[in-house]
């Protein structure tokens, strides 16, 4: 079964960091562009970061833009810096072909998804 498995969520004080993970389950990830989504209780499912399946193009939510940064070699990870309250949030990774596209923040174009991993700020 195809799936994608997130992981580096945890308890973190204000201006931490965290780095999360996205690792796939019998499939690579090669052709794939892989979003990173989260989404806190009571709000809706935002998009934060989204790379191509080249590495070669990144997106990222203006919320984030200098605080985030996605990498990928067989994996995709997401770096998060500078941890706010705010960040509070299950965070989803998913996948859809090839590029992430003008709409990448919209979570319904992506076909694959991870089970997610919570990230609480807090002190």
């Known amino acids: 079964q195809l799936k994608l498995v997130e992981s580096g969520g945890g308890l973190v004080q204000p201006g931490g960091s965290l780095r999360l993970s996205c690792a796939p389950s019998?499939?690579?990830?090669?052709?794939?562009?892989i979003g990173w989504f989260r989404q806190a209780p009571g709000k809706e499912r935002e998009g934060v970061a989204c790379?191509?399946?080249?590495?070669g193009s990144t997106h990222y939510a203006d919320s984030v833009k200098d605080r985030f940064t996605v990498i990928r070699d067989n994996a995709v990870y997401l770096q998060i810096n500078s941890l706010k309250p705010e960040d509070t949030a299950v965070y989803f990774c998913?996948?859809?072909?090839?590029?992430?596209?003008?709409?990448?923040?919209?979570?319904?174009?992506?076909?694959?998804w991870g089970q997610g991993t919570q990230v609480t700020v807090s002190s």
């Open positions: 790379i191509s399946y080249t590495g």
């Open positions: 998913a996948a859809r072909w090839n590029l992430c596209g003008d709409n990448w923040s919209d979570w319904h174009d992506f076909r694959l």
């Open positions: 019998a499939f690579t990830l090669d052709y794939y562009a």
